[in-house]
């Protein structure tokens, strides 16, 4: 029998259809509602245009579709005949930027998400403080706006640059709030110093915690979680950044990868009309987020992991929480190498000028975000997303399931339930 | 006899003014000739205007003004954009039939002793009145869609300097016909030269 | 006996065609725990709630405020209802209706996704129609894409404070609503004097006459009420894109509508003689302090 489930306390609604048989789940299928149509609105639209409406596909991972936009302008502007080459300085404070918003999307999911479902999946009594999480992220989020204006929904990437001007105040307020966050961090959730942490090579190290993440960490061994929600084995990371490496991963064989192998693909779900396609690589699933990430660096902890408990739901978030310390760790080092006498902007051709097509693909939180654009003088005149939900919770059928599928056959409804979460669902993203 | 009073003083001196620096140029006329002309005393002028320098600012700023009216009055009329042209076109060539001082004195003492006029008076500051009326009716000559969008100031030369022009030809007696009699064709030309394309 | 917590005003926040960003930047508010304490949350999209969306969407209680974010459509569902249904509901009985942000307000970006049936609650655009007219009364509007966490913050404690909150036409809180986001711009100097911004990425120059900056045209107090409490889009170097006002998203955010180089929209209120006449003339003086960089780092070192 097929029964539904609605979502929510996710970003945004999804819908699973739960086939279960000898009460275990046999398979499942996603739907999506609630279709924006941002695409169709994008067309027609002066290219600068996107970079204010592509941020609102998403309001927590809006700035990583400002990025992806602005490296899609710019990928045309190159296939126009008129390259951008952008200085250190610009994108050092991009790359910041973004690296706050993963921050603050993890933090969120931590706490809003994953410590509430595990507890109540392991009927835990532990009092829970989803809120922390929220003033974590405005710590992230001030950091953000030193640079930006403000966050969520800010603009200030361009063809060419940034539109911002900071003096050493701003590049000095920007690191005292990272150090603040850093501290907030080691204080309500590591209970240990960062270094530290990332010092740890072995799962076994999270013993030497008392914290909200060892508690995380130990709920999700209590539940099982090290031996379920296991998906394909395969990875992928597309965007390029100084904290990734672009790549597919088979178990643990690193390929190179380009986001020119993308495409996305009808999805099967024959229960519900969904708006979301699936995305994949050469035609495969492949899981795409954090896991990934790490998985590509080859960080010690991470290859542990997955060594013990492979793809598992287990990895799946404790993976998360070592790149949100990795990324606070980033984001001094990136400050620190901002040299702010270089120029912001260096003005490009007028986008008039531009008939071309662009690519622009970035590591969002939860994995590789892809804008292709096709303009004509300037105007668009087709605008594709592809966001990492698509890659990881597509619905496909039986025979080949997308990651989120995979990982959630063979256990029970419960279960089933915090494993989906796992993925860390982009609903908002994904209907776009 | 009704009493005279400061700014009647002021508009004569400012007439006689005009008349005097665009017939025998603005270095040879002096203040003692100006003063006479107006029937008072070179001490009393001083009373309106304390140097020939801040005179002739103010006569620029006078035209100025008395451009910027008449053409605001056009502006502010319920006819199509091409009648508008055709409206200043015929304000500005009545004005140089009928008070050729204002326009000799644009042309000649302003446009041509810019030193005279450097502080005080740079830029727009003295024809701003007149300057911004042809800004409006530029600007919602664009937004009704009649006129096409270019920069200000290619359109801006293209018309005065049409008109200043065809004055100048006027003024040396180039001209084989009146004035008004090339309202309707230079009307025609400016407007087929800005309208949007 | 009665605990204190009983008496707590019920709120509900739900959602229609939305991108969360409202949700995420009210997260941002600084004392935001504090402030959630003082109300039981019946249900919220992301945080801990009392009930559940089942319980929700079956229209069985009542809620003293209810916030909504996101564009109405008249055809969309949730959970199987239509939020038609649910939006007037919980409309009847509520004290307070807040529109939270620019779509719930007026339709906002999201209007484009069907145009001819979305909506804002009791404006479309801003036309004096919606879907809760009715209570049209009771409806807020805070607009912004997204909503400013301190406006919503200020609105929710003036709402505990049973305190009056004054609304402009659009029903937008006049405290938050009579300043531009012009005002407190720290370019302000560049305005008067008329001194444009060559190009972006400068701390120098008005964003007014080349890079579309409608500061000068639209309500809200960005740049007194800072974002995240540390800047605005203008003080980076963005143009405002009027995110406040009924007929956000225009188009063409990053340049000027000019017509023959003179700029197509006034500040709000200045008539165009006056403004030219003034810009005439300021454009003629040459300020070497305004003209010049702040700060020329190359020279410094």
């Not at chain 1, 990025?67 to 899609?72: E, K, L, S, Y």
């Not at chain 1, 939860?366 to 303009?375: A, E, T, Y």
Request: hydrophobic share 40%; with cysteine.
């Amino acid at each position: 029998m097929i029964t539904k489930k609605l979502i929510d306390k996710i970003e945004g609604e999804a819908c699973v259809y739960f086939d279960i048989k000898d009460r275990v789940v046999d398979f499942a299928t996603i739907a999506f509602p609630n279709f924006r149509g941002i695409q169709e609105i994008l067309k027609g639209k002066n290219a600068l245009d996107a970079l204010v409406i592509t941020p609102r596909v998403c309001g927590i991972c809006g700035h990583a579709h400002l990025m992806a936009t602005v490296r899609a302008i710019e990928d045309a502007y190159k296939n126009g005949g008129y390259e951008i080459v952008l200085n250190q300085k610009i994108q050092k404070i991009r790359e910041f930027t973004l690296i706050m918003e993963t921050i603050q999307n993890h933090l969120k999911w931590i706490y809003l998400t994953i410590m509430p479902e595990l507890a109540q999946l392991n009927k835990s009594t532990k009092i829970l403080t989803p809120l922390k999480s929220a003033f974590g992220s405005s710590i992230a989020a001030r950091a953000i706006a030193t640079f930006a204006g403000q966050w969520p929904h800010s603009s200030y990437m361009l063809p060419g640059g940034i539109t911002c001007d900071p003096t050493n105040i701003d590049a000095l307020k920007a690191k005292s709030y990272v150090d603040e966050l850093t501290s907030f961090f080691e204080k309500e959730s590591l209970g240990i110093g960062i270094e530290e942490f990332l010092a740890f090579e072995s799962c076994k190290d999270f013993k030497n915690m008392d914290s909200d993440i060892s508690f995380i960490e130990e709920e999700l061994i209590k539940a099982g979680m090290n031996k379920k929600g296991f998906s394909h084995d395969r990875f992928i990371v597309l965007g390029n950044h100084s904290y990734t490496n672009p790549s597919k991963i088979n178990q643990t064989r690193i390929y190179c990868a380009d986001a020119m192998c993308v495409e996305d693909i009808d999805s099967y779900s024959p229960n519900e009309k969904t708006y979301a396609k699936n995305a994949v690589y050469s035609g495969s699933y492949y899981e795409a987020g954090s896991l990934a990430r790490q998985m590509s660096l080859n960080v010690p902890i991470v290859k542990n992991m997955h060594r013990r408990y492979k793809d598992s739901a287990y990895s799946r978030v404790m993976a998360r929480i070592f790149e949100l310390a990795y990324l606070l760790k980033e984001s001094n080092s990136i400050l620190d190498d901002i040299d702010i006498s270089e120029a912001s902007f260096n003005a490009p051709q007028h986008i008039n000028a531009i008939t071309a097509t662009g690519i622009g693909v970035v590591e969002a939180p939860r994995g590789p975000l892809v804008h292709k654009v096709s303009l004509e003088k300037g105007v668009i005149k087709e605008y594709k997303i592809i966001t990492p939900t698509q890659f990881n919770i597509g619905s496909s059928t039986k025979s080949d399931p997308t990651p989120a599928q995979k990982s959630m056959i063979g256990v029970s409804k419960e279960d089933a339930l915090f494993i989906f979460r796992t993925f860390d669902v982009c609903s908002v993203c994904t209907t776009h | 006899m009704a009493r005279v009073t400061k700014q009647e003083r002021k508009d004569g001196i400012i007439s006689v003014a005009l008349k005097l620096f665009s017939e025998k140029g603005f270095y040879i006329t002096t203040i003692p000739d100006i003063a006479e002309k107006v029937g008072m005393s070179v001490g009393n002028f001083y009373n309106y205007f304390t140097s020939k320098d801040i005179l002739a600012k103010e006569l620029v700023v006078y035209i100025s003004e008395y451009i910027g009216a008449k053409i605001k009055k056009i502006n502010e009329s319920d006819i199509a954009t091409e009648k508008k042209i055709y409206e200043i076109v015929s304000m500005y060539f009545d004005m140089a039939d009928e008070k050729p001082e204002m326009i000799e004195y644009f042309l000649r003492v302003y446009l041509s002793n810019r030193e005279v006029f450097k502080e005080g008076c740079e830029g727009m500051i003295c024809v701003s009145a007149f300057v911004t009326e042809l800004m409006i009716f530029f600007d919602e000559g664009v937004e009704s869609g009649d006129l096409y969008d270019q920069d200000f100031f290619s359109a801006f030369g293209l018309f005065m300097g049409y008109l200043g022009g065809m004055v100048f030809l006027f003024g040396e007696k180039i001209l084989p016909d009146s004035l008004s009699s090339y309202k309707e064709s230079i009307a025609q030309n400016i407007y087929n030269a800005l309208k949007a394309r | 006996m009665h605990s204190k917590q009983d008496k707590k005003p019920t709120l509900i926040w739900f959602q229609g065609l939305t991108c969360n960003g409202n949700t995420h930047s009210f997260f941002n508010l600084h004392n935001l725990e504090n402030l959630l304490n003082k109300f039981e949350i019946l249900y919220h999209p992301s945080l801990e709630s009392t009930k559940n969306i089942d319980e929700i969407t079956a229209c069985i209680f009542t809620c003293d405020i209810f916030i909504f974010e996101g564009t109405y459509d008249p055809l969309m569902k949730r959970n199987d209802v239509l939020v038609s249904e649910i939006l007037n509901y919980y409309a009847k009985d509520a004290n307070y209706i807040i529109a939270a942000g620019t779509c719930a307000s007026f339709g906002g970006m999201f209007k484009a996704s069907a145009p001819e049936r979305n909506s804002g609650l009791i404006f479309n655009e801003a036309d004096h129609e919606g879907p809760i007219i009715k209570y049209k009364h009771k409806v807020i509007n805070i607009s912004g894409c997204p909503i400013h966490p301190e406006w919503l913050g200020y609105t929710l404690n003036m709402v505990l404070s049973k305190k009056e909150l004054e609304v402009d036409k659009l029903h937008r809180p006049i405290e938050l609503f009579s300043n531009l986001s012009h005002h407190g711009c720290t370019r302000n100097e560049y305005f008067e004097w008329k001194v444009d911004s060559d190009n972006f990425g400068e701390k120098e120059g008005c964003l007014y006459y080349k890079q579309g900056c409608r500061a000068p045209m639209t309500h809200a107090s960005c740049n007194k009420i800072l974002w995240n409490e540390v800047s605005s889009k203008t003080r980076v170097g963005t143009p405002c894109f009027g995110c406040t006002e009924a007929d956000f998203p225009r188009q063409s955010l990053y340049s000027t509508k000019t017509n023959m180089s003179i700029p197509q929209d006034m500040p709000i209120g200045v008539p165009k003689r006056s403004y030219l006449t003034l810009a005439g003339i300021a454009k003629t003086f040459s300020i070497k302090r305004l003209e010049g960089k702040l700060i020329d780092y190359k020279k410094t070192h």
